[in-house]
């Protein structure tokens, strides 16, 4: 981890950028923000990992976060990739039990850290803040519950192809020929989002690729036909 400067405006900044806080006045943005600490993180390194204390909820305002599960004898599973404007560690403010799952920086990371202790403070003066919290887990489980129904019933391709909308969606750079998605993504991190194998979803993509529906452009991959990665996904 790198040194920590402290937090300044750009801790409001981040907060007015996360979904959670879009409804919460500006007079108690700025005191959630006062309260927060900056940590910025090297590539590789971790931030949490499963069964540590869970005190605190993290802003992404720079790089990408990934959060994932690992088992005893290695093997890794991710979850999800995330970028600017999301945060992770929201269990911790509901129960503070230990970490659900593991953290990660993906990529070099300028995050703030909100305490329980600070956030349960103003969730007594604003209650929309429950009210998101409740919506924001609601559509992660809803995510979770998808993930165990594609990797049991759809096959590798539709599971690759479906990812690739929903990353589309969310990260899509339209372009001349394309979207674009923003960031890397290698096949070892795609493999991982789709629990499968590398060398399957390889075979995936290099078919993909001879479909004409996506290509790789210095190491970033542009969808090239959406509507027919969306008839694969439902596959």
Same mark, same amino acid.
């Given at each position: 981890?790198? +040194?920590?400067?402290?937090?300044? #405006?750009?801790?409001? $900044? =981040? &907060? ?7 409804? %919460? ?17 090297? $590539? ?33 599973? #991710? ?10 560690? *929201? ?10 799952? *593991? $953290?990660?920086?993906?990529? /070099? ?19 929309? &803040? ?13 995510? +979770? /519950?998808?993930?165990?129904?594609? %990797? $049991?019933? &759809?096959? %590798?391709? =539709?599971? %690759? =192809?479906?990812? &690739? ?16 998605? =923003? ?13 499968? #194998?590398?060398?399957?979803? +390889? ?11 996506? /290509?790789? *452009? ?6 090239? *036909? ?10």
């Amino acid at each position: 981890m790198l +040194n920590n400067p402290p937090a300044s #405006t750009s801790g409001l $900044a =981040a &907060l007015r950028h996360v979904d959670l806080f879009a409804d %919460v006045p500006q007079p108690v943005l700025a005191t959630l923000a006062g309260t927060m600490q900056r940590k910025l993180f090297d $590539a590789g390194t971790v931030i949490f990992l499963r069964g540590d204390p869970g005190t605190s909820l993290y802003l992404i305002h720079t790089g990408r976060v990934r959060i994932g599960l690992s088992s005893a004898g290695g093997k890794e599973v #991710t979850l999800t990739l995330l970028g600017p404007g999301d945060f992770f560690g *929201d269990l911790a403010l509901l129960d503070g039990a230990p970490r659900s799952a *593991d $953290a990660m920086a993906y990529e /070099a990371c300028e995050l703030f850290v909100l305490q329980r202790s600070d956030f349960m403070t103003q969730l007594d003066r604003q209650p929309q &803040l429950a009210k998101e919290l409740l919506s924001v887990m609601s559509r992660r489980l809803r995510r +979770n /519950a998808d993930l165990i129904e594609e %990797v $049991a019933f &759809l096959e %590798v391709g =539709a599971r %690759v =192809a479906r990812l &690739l909308v929903g990353l589309a969606d969310e990260r899509g750079i339209p372009g001349a020929t394309g979207l674009t998605l =923003a960031g890397r993504l290698t096949q070892t991190d795609l493999a991982s989002l789709v629990s499968a #194998t590398r060398e399957s979803v +390889n075979k995936c993509l290099s078919a993909y690729q001879r479909e004409k529906l996506l /290509a790789w *452009d210095r190491g970033r991959l542009i969808l090239l *036909d959406l509507a027919g990665l969306r008839r694969r996904a439902e596959m």
